[in-house]
């Protein structure tokens, strides 16, 4: 009886003829259907995209554990000849004046091709006059570190050749680019690759430039070579 009148009552909540069934929209059923599979084709696409960003980037904190993400302070085929780690410029002087507080230094504007010249010291004045240093073609080794020299930061090195006299004293030349080469471009080395350059901080740590020192010469010719 009980169950009865509960049958009853639910009858006369839903407007329903006693005895009668329940009927659903066929259009809503399906749509129900369709909003669950959309639901997790979205949830399997969105975990498929997370599993595909691991490696790439993705913003899920670990892009960067990728096997073949780029290990953070890597160089520039290290295999590479050590002159090749270098950087060497086709430059010009464009201003050049006494270094205040050191006598052998000048301080120099350097034109190298790039947005602003190049502020280099360099220890030439023994060897040259100010009327000599200006306007002088010259190769930059342009990837050191910025070093202060005497207080001067000094943000590469001119390249010269230096040979020693009976007397003790240096002969100085500079290392003068080829007469066609233009303003910025970059040397590169008969029968070697094509330089790679590591970065200023790259050749400090390694010590890139003491490596290549000693094999640095110039030819009978005064051709430079290495």
């Not at 329940?22 to 997790?40: C, G, L, R």
């Not at 020299?149 to 680019?177: I, N, Q, Y």
Request: net charge neutral; aromatic share 4%; proline share 6%.
């Amino acid at each position: 009886d009980l169950i009865d009148a509960a049958i009853a009552d639910l009858e006369a909540k839903l407007n329903l003829p006693p005895g009668g069934s329940i009927t659903f929209n066929k259009d809503v059923t399906k749509t129900n259907e369709n909003s669950k599979e959309e639901k997790a084709e979205k949830k399997n696409k969105k975990k498929k995209n997370n599993e595909n960003n691991k490696g790439k980037g993705g913003g899920n904190g670990e892009g960067n554990k990728g096997k073949n993400a780029p290990k953070k302070g890597a160089v520039a085929n290290v295999n590479q000849p050590d002159i090749c780690k270098l950087e060497f410029k086709v430059g010009q002087i464009t201003k050049v004046w006494l270094h205040p507080d050191a006598d052998k230094l000048y301080c120099e504007e350097i034109d190298c091709g790039e947005e602003t010249p190049r502020q280099i010291a360099s220890g030439l004045r023994p060897h040259y006059t100010l009327e000599q240093m200006e306007g002088q073609r010259l190769i930059v080794v342009s990837n050191l570190k910025t070093r202060k020299l005497a207080g001067f930061p000094s943000a590469g090195m001119v390249l010269c050749a230096a040979e020693k006299k009976d007397d003790g004293t240096e002969k100085v030349e500079f290392v003068e680019p080829p007469a066609g080469a233009k303003i910025g471009e970059v040397i590169t080395f008969e029968g070697l690759p094509t330089p790679e350059p590591f970065t200023g901080a790259q050749v400090d740590k390694k010590k890139v430039f003491q490596a290549c020192a000693e094999g640095m010469k110039t030819t009978d010719e005064g051709i430079a070579a290495w």
